[in-house]
C-alpha cells in the first residue's frame, strides 16, 4: 500500500479529509497526494505519524499493526548518525561499507548528523540492521518492537499459544526494562 492509500485509510478512519489534515499540519495543500510521486520529508513522515498516533513504520508500510501505540520522542536516545555508528560497530562494519552495500553515495551518513534523511534512505537502514524506523529517528512505544516484529516476519507461522507467550517474554523483558531505568 503507498503512503498516500495508508494516509487516505487514516483519515477516513479519524473523519477528517485531506485538506483538512493539510491544513492542521501545515502543508500546503495537495501536498500528502503528490508523495504517490516524491518521497515526502522525514519531519512531515513524523508530523502525520504524530497525528494518527501510528509509527512512520506503519505510514511507511513496513509493519501493519491493528494497534496504535502511544509514541513520543525518546529523551534518552543518541543522534542518528551516532545511533547508525554504533549499530555498524555492533555489526563489524564500517560507515563506507554500509553506504556501499545500502547503495548510498559516499559520506551521506555523516551527513545525517546534520540534516534527517528520506523515509526510503531510514527504511534502507532500518531493514539492513533490522530495527526500525522509529527507533532510529528516538521515537519510542511500549510495544513498538513486538508490533513490528511479528507484522514484519513470517508470524503466521506461529501458533496462537507461540505468539502468547512471546507476548508475554516481551511484556516481562519490557517491565525488567522499565523498572531498571526507573531506578537509577
Given amino acids: 500500500m503507498s503512503i ?5 485509510d487514516l483519515c477516513n478512519k479519524n473523519n477528517i479529509t485531506f485538506y483538512n489534515l493539510e491544513q492542521t ?25 504524530n497525528y494518527f498516533n501510528v509509527s512512520v513504520d506503519y505510514l511507511l508500510d ?31 562494519i564500517s560507515i563506507a561499507r554500509l553506504e556501499k552495500e545500502l547503495g548510498l553515495a ?16 531510514l ?6 540492521f533490522n530495527v526500525s524506523v522509529d527507533y532510529l529517528l528516538g521515537r519510542e512505544s511500549n510495544c513498538n518492537f513486538y508490533d513490528f516484529a511479528f507484522s514484519v516476519n513470517d508470524s503466521h507461522l506461529l501458533t ?3 505468539k502468547e507467550k512471546l507476548t508475554q517474554t516481551y511484556k516481562d523483558i519490557t517491565n525488567i526494562y522499565l523498572n531498571a531505568n ?3
Avoid: C
Fill in 4 to 8: 498516500v492509500t495508508t494516509i487516505q
Fill in 25 to 49: 499540519l501545515g502543508f500546503g495543500n495537495g501536498t500528502i497526494r503528490r508523495w504517490n510521486d516524491n518521497i515526502p520529508k522525514t519531519d512531515r513522515l513524523i508530523k502525520v505519524a
Fill in 62 to 92: 513496513r509493519g501493519k499493526t491493528q494497534n496504535k501505540p502511544s509514541f513520543s520522542h525518546n529523551k534518552n536516545s543518541m543522534p542518528l548518525f551516532d545511533l547508525i555508528k554504533n549499530l555498524s560497530l555492533e555489526k563489524g
Fill in 106 to 121: 559516499n559520506g551521506s551518513i555523516k551527513k545525517w548528523s546534520k540534516v534527517i534523511p528520506s523515509g526510503d534512505r
Fill in 123 to 128: 527504511a534502507k537502514v532500518a531493514n539492513y
Fill in 160 to 162: 496462537e499459544e507461540d
Fill in 182 to 184: 526507573n531506578t537509577r
